[in-house]
C-alpha cells in the first residue's frame, strides 16, 4: 500500500492533548492504518529504552527492566468512516464538558493512545515493565483484528500479569466484559395456500411462546470479582414468509444473550435453553441453535497487579470502578489468561457519533493516574 | 410482437379434448398469448351467428338472439411458464385417473377454454344468449388482468345475468368465492445496544400477544347463500431486526384474512381490529394497516339461471356444489353485479404443477353439462 506520510513530533516533549490532535488528523480509518502505524513506529524507535516490533499495521514496544509483574497497555489506531468530522477542532462546549477536543476519532480512541504513546515516551523507568501495543483492524470484522493477529504471530509480547485497554470509559475503570451469543429459534410448520390455511401449520404462530417467553423473562444481575453484571436476553431479529398468499412452514427469531463473565459458553447455552424450554416443549420440529458466541472476561481485580492500578486509578482521579457491559478485546486477553480493564478518555456513548468529542480534562485525567501507578516515585515528586 | 401463426381447425369438427391437446401446444405464457388469441380470433370470425371483438389479446365472441337472459362463459388463454411439460402428451395414468392429458395448461385451464369454444362454434341457438370471453394475463399482476381491462374498455360485453369462469374444479360447481385482506401490524419500540437492552424497548417482544392472539383464533365458518364458507386468519410473513448487537424498534407481522363474501372490506377490517384488540391495548405505538384488499364475491346461486344452470350440471354430471374458497376472476363479475361461479375440469391442486395433467372425462363431462344447460332441446335428442 502507497500512503502519504505522516510525522509525529519528539513523544517526549509533546502534551498528550495536542497528540491526541495529532492522531486524530492522520487519516486512519480501518484498513488505512499504514501512515499512522509508521509515524508511531518512527516515533517509538527514537526511544532507546524501548524494544519496537512491527506486525503488519500493528506497533508494539516493552520495556524489558526485569520487573516482578509486567502489564500490558494497549489500544486500536483506527477508527470508524470519517464524516465531516475533521479536521480535529479545539471547542469549548457546554460548562459541564468545558474544553473539548471535536471530531473522528477523539473518543474512540485516539486519546488512549495518545496517552499510551506519552507514557512509552517519559515513563523510562516503570514499577511494572510495560508492553505498549497499537493495533489495527479493531473497528471491522473480528477476524482482520490486529490484537488476535498479534496473539497468533507473537503471543510471547501478549504475555502479561494484568491489561490495560485504553477504550473511552469517560475516565472510570470498566473491568472485564459481558460474553455475547446468538442463537436462533427456528419453528417448523406446514406449507399451505392461505385460502386453506387449515392444510396448512403456521409456523409464525409458533413463535408466539417464545416471544411470550422472552418479553416476561427477567435478565439476572451476576456478581463476578466484586462487580456486578447486568445481563441481556432478547430477540434481535425475527423473520418467516414465503408469500402474501402461503402459510409459511419455517420461521425465525434470533435471540441475543449478554451472559456475565462467570458462565461458560456453553452454561450460557443451557441458561437460555432453560428459558425458552417451556415455550419449546409444545412445538413440534423447533430448533435452537448456536451461532455466534464470545465468552466475556472476568474483571480479575482481585490480582495484586490490578488492585494496585485500581487504587492508583481511584486516588489519582476519583475514578468509579464498573463492569463493563459491553464486549471489548479486554476478552482477547482473558482468553489468553490475562484479566484487563478498560480506562480510557471519553464518553462511550459518543464514540462513532457525528458529533464525538472528548474533554480534553479527561485525557489529561487518564494520563495522571495511569502516571501515578507506573511511576509513583516521579509522580509524588 | 411479432409471432408464430397458429390455425386451429374447424371448431365445429373438433372434439373438446383434442381440441384442449391443440390448444396447450401453442405457446401462450402470459404476455406471449397473440398467438393463440389469433388463432381463436380466426376460428370464430368464420361462424356467422357470432358477433367477435379484440381486444389487445383478448378475444370475445357473442350471440344476440333476443333470448330473455344472457351469460357470461369465460376463461383465460395464459398459462404459468412451462417446465419441460409440452408437448401435451395422452397418458393413461392411475386407475382412478384414467386417460388424461399431461402437460402445462391442461389443467388451467385450456380444458375449460375448449369446452366454451367448442360449444361457441356447435350451439349456434342457445336457450339464453351467451358472450364468450378468452382473455390474456390472469396469471400475473392483477392490473394486467384482460378481463379486467374488458371491463373497463366495453363494459357492455360484459353485461349479464350470470357468469361462468371455466377455472378448474374437476367437474364440481363452485360458487362466488372468499375476499382476502392483507394488514400490517407494526410494533414500536426504542432501540439500544443489545449489551445494554434495558435501555430501550423490543418491538419483536411486542409482537408476543399478537401472535398468541393469531395463533389462539379459531376462524369462523359463514354460510352464503346457502354455501359454506370457511375463513383463515393468520400471519403470512413477519420481519424485524437492526443488528446482531441492537434492540429492534420495530416489527412487523402481515396479516392475511381470507373472508367470506358476506363481510365488506370494512367489515373485514373490523373483524381483525376486534381479533387483535386485547393484544394491541397493551403496546404503545402499535399500529394495524390494510395494504391490499380484494373481496369476495357471492356465489348468487338464487338466481333463477344460476339456479337452472346448477340444476342442469347436478343432472347431467352428478356434479357437487361447493363454495369457492381462493379468490378468482368470479370477483371481478360480482364487483359488475354479476353472480358467478367456477366449473371446468381439472383438479386445482394439480394446476401450475409439473405433472399437472386433466383427466379427458371430466373435459367431456364439463361439456356434456353445459350442453345439457345452453341447448336443452338438443342433449334430450
Not at 500512503?3 to 513530533?9: D, E, G, K, R
Not at 487519516?27 to 518512527?42: F, K, N, T, Y
Not at 466475556?296 to 464498573?322: C, K, Q, S, Y
Request: with cysteine.
Amino acid at each position: 500500500m502507497t500512503h502519504a506520510t505522516a510525522m509525529l513530533p519528539d513523544l517526549r516533549t509533546v502534551d498528550p492533548v495536542e497528540l491526541t490532535r495529532l492522531l486524530c488528523d492522520i487519516p486512519s480509518v480501518s484498513g488505512d492504518e499504514a501512515a499512522i502505524a509508521d509515524a508511531i513506529e518512527v516515533a517509538l524507535r527514537s526511544l532507546p529504552h524501548l524494544e519496537v516490533l512491527r506486525d503488519g499495521d500493528a506497533v508494539l514496544a516493552r520495556t524489558s527492566l526485569g520487573r516482578a509483574s509486567r502489564v500490558v497497555v494497549a489500544g486500536h489506531i483506527d477508527t470508524v468512516p470519517v464524516q465531516g468530522n475533521l479536521p480535529t477542532q479545539v471547542r469549548t462546549a457546554s460548562a459541564a464538558e468545558g474544553e473539548v477536543l471535536w471530531g473522528r476519532g477523539t473518543v474512540d480512541m485516539k486519546g488512549g493512545v495518545a496517552v499510551a504513546l506519552h507514557l512509552a515516551a517519559t515513563v523510562t523507568e516503570p514499577a511494572v515493565d510495560v508492553t505498549y501495543a497499537f493495533y489495527d483492524h479493531e473497528e471491522v470484522e473480528a477476524e482482520l483484528n490486529g490484537l488476535g493477529r498479534i496473539a497468533r504471530h507473537h503471543p510471547d509480547w501478549l504475555a502479561a500479569d494484568f491489561a490495560i485497554l485504553g477504550e473511552p470509559t469517560a475516565g472510570h475503570v470498566e473491568g472485564g466484559c459481558n460474553g455475547t451469543m446468538r442463537l436462533e429459534v427456528a419453528t417448523a410448520g406446514r406449507t399451505a395456500h392461505s385460502a386453506r390455511a387449515w392444510r396448512g401449520h403456521n409456523a409464525i404462530h409458533d413463535l408466539a411462546p417464545v416471544l411470550a417467553a422472552l418479553a416476561a423473562h427477567e435478565s439476572e444481575t451476576v456478581t463476578v470479582d466484586g462487580l456486578d453484571y447486568r445481563e441481556g436476553l432478547g430477540a434481535v431479529g425475527i423473520g418467516g414468509g414465503i408469500a402474501g398468499n402461503m402459510i409459511p412452514d419455517a420461521a425465525v427469531v434470533t435471540v441475543n444473550y449478554r451472559f456475565a463473565p462467570s458462565r461458560s459458553a456453553d452454561d450460557a447455552e443451557a441458561y437460555v435453553r432453560t428459558v425458552l424450554a417451556d415455550a419449546l416443549a409444545g412445538l413440534d420440529g423447533a430448533t435452537v441453535t448456536v451461532t455466534d458466541v464470545a465468552p466475556g472476561a472476568r474483571p480479575g481485580l482481585d490480582h495484586p497487579v490490578a488492585a494496585a492500578f485500581v487504587a492508583a486509578a481511584v486516588a489519582a482521579t476519583g475514578a468509579e470502578v464498573n463492569p463493563k457491559y459491553g464486549w471489548t478485546d479486554v476478552a482477547r486477553f482473558s482468553a489468553l489468561g490475562v484479566p484487563a480493564v478498560n480506562f480510557g478518555p471519553g464518553d462511550p456513548n459518543l464514540a462513532h457519533a457525528d458529533d464525538e468529542r472528548c474533554p480534553t480534562a479527561q485525557i489529561t485525567a487518564v494520563a495522571t493516574a495511569l502516571r501515578a501507578w507506573l511511576a509513583p516515585e516521579r509522580a509524588a515528586d
